[in-house]
């Protein structure tokens, strides 16, 4: 009998959560990136951690996740800032999108005039 403790849903819920909080609040860093990419991601996310959970247990699995934030913050507290980008809003727009490698034209088609 698999007890509710023992089965896999909170890890779901737990990477699903994060993913959710994460693309309400930093989505608009990953707005060119493509729909399929981003989708993959979060499945291979979820897959690791459930997998590392059904194999070595919940604990080395959230473990991980709470490792797996050191590059975002990384990324959005010292690398960003340092390129004379806001780590929050992703501003200015033109050294983000050049960074990324993101074309400048769609920044410009999207902006109202």
Not at 24 to 41: D, N, S, V
Not at 82 to 111: A, S, V
Request: one cysteine or more; glycine letters at 8%; proline letters at 4%.
């Amino acid at each position: 009998m698999v007890f509710l403790s023992d089965a896999l849903w909170f890890e779901v819920a737990i990477v699903s959560i994060v993913f959710t909080i994460g693309n309400i609040l930093m989505g608009h860093f990953e707005e060119h990136t493509p729909k399929a990419k981003r989708i993959a991601k979060y499945l291979m996310f979820l897959i690791l951690i459930c997998g590392l959970s059904y194999y070595f247990g919940r604990m080395v699995a959230m473990t991980v996740l709470g490792i797996s934030f050191l590059p975002t913050i990384y990324i959005h507290t010292i690398l960003l800032p340092k390129k004379g980008i806001n780590g929050w809003t992703g501003e200015p727009k033109e050294k983000y999108y050049k960074m990324r490698g993101w074309d400048l034209e769609k920044l410009y088609r999207n902006r109202p005039k």
